[in-house]
């Protein structure tokens, strides 16, 4: 069985209200605010992310933030950083997951 393109679409049918207000609160509201760029978002996120130790989602977040312009390395410093706030073994969870994010796209 092929994976969706888009993560969500795994769940549309399964969950349909969820994704439904996946799609039009989070990224059709809440991603589009113009108060902050998606690139600073995608910072916020994935510092978040990392910091709750939500291996599953970050994945997809890490790939958006370099979409989004984060630099590989602003993405390291950024998990760096954490380390210290949110503790090493977040850190060294999210190094790993971005490491084959980065293998992914043929970066690493």
């Known amino acids: 069985m092929t994976k969706p393109a888009n993560p969500r679409d795994a769940l549309r049918d399964f ?10 609160v989070v990224f059709d509201d809440v991603w589009e605010r113009p108060e902050l760029s998606k690139r600073d978002r995608s ?18 977040h890490l790939k958006r933030a370099l ?12 998990i760096t950083h954490l380390a210290i706030y949110s503790g090493w073994p977040t850190a060294m969870t ?12 043929g970066l690493a």
């Open 15 to 24: 969950m349909p209200k969820l994704i439904q207000l996946t799609d039009d």
């Open 43 to 60: 910072l916020v996120v994935i510092s978040a992310l990392i910091s709750l130790g939500k291996e599953r989602q970050m994945v997809g």
């Open 67 to 78: 979409d989004n312009g984060l630099t590989v390395e602003e993405i390291k410093e950024a």
């Open 94 to 105: 999210a190094a790993t997951i971005f490491k084959e994010v980065l293998e992914e796209r």
